[in-house]
Structures are given as structure tokens and as C-alpha cells.
């Protein structure tokens, strides 16, 4: 199973509906979310299977075909392996189908995809059946073709996945010191124009206010870890000191020594004054 697939690769996905309360834990917004609309392999009763599960499933999982809805509105869809003969399925494109056909309507505009099927080889009624919606892209011509469909499948998906892994992080290790021989000019500017919201980790004032987490999300995105803490706090108490001095001040404990040990300057050249002995009786 996906799950599985994950968990061997040191990751964690989130199965909705069941881990539904972790899914909407802040913790868990980097988790990936994995939609079973049709139950899962972990709990047999879930699994909608029989003629009387797909006429009740309006009723018991409508919820599910929602979220499947939400996607399609908010962001296109890629389908990989999926024979797109499912009927829950189907009513799901048809919702949405409605709604940004009207709107194009309204605004003049062209009907945009809902998304991206990818199919192993050609079919003809099966790409006049859905490119109004979806783009349909072979990877070939029929079965017989001099390469496999599948490898040129598993080749594209390959590629895919690499470059979304390289966008994503492109970005990802600047702040990590690790790496500092490896940044290009560009990188290094922004570590420094980042370092000092890297330094106000080691400020607890900072991190219990609602900024934070704010800041945090942003460090995170360039590689920040808070393993690093204990270092964030001592340059942060470096920085804070190194900027008190710069600005003429200093710590309280030095400005009482400094009060102690001054003197005006009549007093400083002035020869030490000696109690004088009590006049005897």
C-alpha cells in the first residue's frame, strides 16, 4: 500500500478520514494527506465494494466526494493509474464541472481543465470522453510499441517527481550551516539579510509571542532546524551585547562599578584625608 510505501522511506502520511484530527493539528501541516474514498485494506468494513455501498454512499461518505470537489476547484489534479470509471468519481467532476462552466460563462472566458490524465497507451473514446475536462496524455501509441508503455510511465513519473524535489529544495539548506562553502552570491545575501531573524531564536520573549511561529515557518523554509537553539541563544546574547556596547551603554552591574570607582576631578587630585585622633580629657 502507499502508506506502507511511505512509512519505508522514514516518511508519514495522514489517511483521511481516519487520522482526521491529526490532520488538522498544526504539528501535521508537512504531512501529505492521502484521500480513501473507498475505505482502506486497514478496516475491511470501510471498503465500498458492493452495489449497495456506491447507492449509500451519498449518504454515509458525501463528505469524502466533497473534499475530492475541493481539490478539483482549488488546484489541478494529476490522475496516474485510475480508469476514471468510477461513478462517485464522476459526480464529483460533474459538480465542479457545473460550477467553473458557469463562471467561465459569466466572465467570457474558455472552460480551464480540471487536470491531467496520464494513461499508459492511446485511446481514442477515452480522450474525446474527458478533454474537455482533463488533458490526456499516452505514453505511447498501443502495446506494441518499441518501448514499454509502463517504462516510459515510470520514466516520466521519475522525472516528475525530480523536479518538483529540486524546486522544493532549491532553497531549503542556505541557513543550514553545513553547506556555507556551497552557497552562490544570490544565497549568501539572503542568509545574511535572514541571520537576524535567526538570532532572535535565542530570545525566549521572542518565541512565546504570537510572531513566532511566523518567523519560524519562514526560517524552516531556508533550512533553519530547532536543534540549533542552543547556538541561536549565545549569538543572540553576542549580538545583543556587541550592540549595547556599540550604542554607549552598558549592563547594570558594570554602571554601578563604574559610579563606585569614579570621583570628581577635585576629589581626584586631593591628598587622602586622615581621621584625626580625639582630643584627650
Given amino acids: 500500500m502507499f502508506e506502507e510505501a ?3 522511506a522514514k516518511g508519514k502520511v495522514l489517511r483521511i478520514p481516519w487520522q482526521l484530527q491529526e490532520a488538522r493539528s498544526d504539528h501535521n501541516d508537512d504531512f501529505p494527506q492521502l484521500l480513501k474514498l473507498h475505505g482502506c485494506a486497514m478496516d475491511p468494513e470501510s471498503i465500498v465494494l458492493m452495489r449497495e455501498d456506491y447507492m449509500r454512499y451519498a449518504d454515509e461518505r458525501g463528505v469524502l466526494r466533497g473534499l475530492l470537489s475541493e481539490m478539483l476547484m482549488q488546484r489541478e489534479l494529476l490522475v496516474v493509474g485510475f480508469s476514471m470509471t468510477d461513478e462517485n468519481v464522476h459526480k464529483a467532476i460533474d459538480e465542479v464541472r457545473k460550477v467553473q462552466k458557469y463562471e467561465a460563462q459569466q466572465r467570457g472566458e474558455e472552460h480551464q481543465h480540471l487536470g491531467t490524465c496520464l494513461t499508459l497507451v492511446e485511446n481514442a473514446m477515452f480522450r474525446n470522453l474527458w478533454k474537455e475536462d482533463f488533458q490526456i ?3 505511447s501509441d498501443d502495446w506494441n510499441s518499441e518501448h514499454a508503455p509502463e517504462w516510459i510511465c515510470d520514466c516520466f513519473l521519475d522525472c ?5 524535489t529540486e524546486s522544493a529544495a532549491a532553497n531549503s539548506f542556505i541557513m543550514n550551516s553545513k553547506y556555507q562553502v556551497l552557497l552562490t552570491r544570490p544565497q549568501l545575501t539572503v542568509k545574511s539579510a535572514l541571520e537576524p531573524l535567526h538570532y532572535l531564536a535565542g530570545d525566549a520573549e521572542v518565541r512565546n509571542s504570537p510572531m513566532w511561529p511566523v518567523i519560524e515557518n519562514l ?6 532546524t530547532p536543534q540549533e537553539n542552543d547556538n541561536d541563544k549565545r549569538a543572540y546574547r553576542s549580538t545583543t551585547s556587541m550592540q549595547l556596547i556599540e550604542a554607549g551603554t552598558s549592563s547594570p552591574r558594570t554602571h554601578k562599578t563604574s559610579q563606585s570607582e569614579s570621583r570628581l576631578p577635585s576629589q581626584a587630585n586631593a591628598p ?6 580625639p582630643a584627650p580629657r
Fill in 160 to 164: 516528475l517527481v525530480s523536479g518538483i
Fill in 219 to 224: 526560517l524552516r523554509e531556508f533550512g533553519w
Fill in 137 to 139: 496524455i499516452s505514453c
Fill in 6 to 8: 511511505v512509512a519505508s
Fill in 272 to 277: 587622602p584625608r586622615h581621621r584625626s585622633a
